[in-house]
């Protein structure tokens, strides 16, 4: 089993930034890539960001540009910033990570294990 606790969440300004973080523990020797997925009151859960183990990165046409995701695999961790925040991007953000990379059905319902989420609002 694998646990992923996100914090870095809050309220920001459009046009602002916020760093999110994602903590891996138990089972994480499992894990190749993680990802960040994002759900707004209303929509289906979409895909936002991942990165493999050796640092290969894939981003959602939304958000490229603007996010950044990096992990520190000493820490078993991962991070999300975000930059030019818009109101569009407001919603729950969920950590996620599995063993393989982020294709195909994954793409959409990403592996087994999730955070919590952690509410993100950007307002106009």
């Known amino acids: 089993q694998v646990q992923l606790v996100e914090s870095g969440g809050g309220l920001v300004q459009s046009g602002g930034s916020l760093r999110l973080s994602c903590a891996a523990s138990?089972?994480?020797?499992?894990?190749?890539?993680m990802g960040w997925f994002r759900q707004a009151p209303g929509d289906e859960r979409e895909f936002v960001a991942s990165?493999?183990?050796?640092?290969?990165?894939k981003y959602a046409a939304s958000v490229k540009g603007r996010f950044t995701i990096s992990r520190d695999n000493a820490k078993n961790t991962v991070y999300l910033q975000m930059n030019s925040l818009k109101p569009e991007d407001t919603a729950v953000y969920y950590c996620n990570a599995g063993p393989g990379t982020y294709g195909g059905n994954y793409y959409y319902k990403g592996y087994d294990y999730w955070g919590q989420g952690t509410q993100v609002t950007v307002s106009s």
């Open positions: 990165i493999t183990s050796n640092s290969a990165t």
């Open positions: 138990g089972s994480i020797f499992t894990i190749n890539a």
